[in-house]
């Protein structure tokens, strides 16, 4: 039987101070939907580098809104996260050295990293002048309990 796709959504402004609001949103959408509190955990990591990195876009204007929409169907879980600053190309980022980072205590500049490690699909796209969106997916797996309706 095919389940029904769910879609929520809410929208921040561009600001770390609403950082607590979007990961209580995240992980509550991934608990009923039936993850572990392992995946919850990454999930909610992931969306929030996602969104950290939108200061970035919008360079740390404090008034900007963030979209997050969650769509819940067969399984997937997928986080879209959009604003409406400057894009970035992630496919021009380096693999981060992490022993070096660590050494030289160095903070930042893993999130996309992070994100790919965490989630089991990253796709960026931007439409020029209007918007960007990260899309994260996280597939329920067979180990995790189905999802609660």
């Known amino acids: 039987m095919a389940s029904v796709a769910k879609k929520i959504s809410k929208t921040v402004l561009s600001t770390t101070d609403h950082l607590l609001e979007v990961r209580d949103f995240v992980s509550e959408a991934a608990r009923q939907f039936g993850f572990n509190e392992e995946d919850i955990a990454n999930i909610v990591l992931a969306v929030d580098e996602a969104c950290t990195n939108i200061k970035h876009s919008y360079q740390y204007a404090p008034d900007k809104e963030i979209v997050i929409a969650i769509l819940r169907n067969n399984g997937t879980f997928e986080v879209k996260i959009k604003d409406n600053g400057k894009s970035f ?46 899309s994260l997916v996280k597939y329920l797996s067979k180990k995790t309990p189905s999802p609660r309706k």
């Open 89 to 134: 190309n992630p496919d021009e980022l380096t693999t981060p050295d992490l022993k070096r980072n660590l050494s030289q205590h160095r903070r930042g500049g893993l999130g996309v990293y992070l994100m790919r490690k965490l989630m089991d699909k990253v796709e960026y796209s931007f439409v020029s002048g209007h918007n960007n969106e990260v």
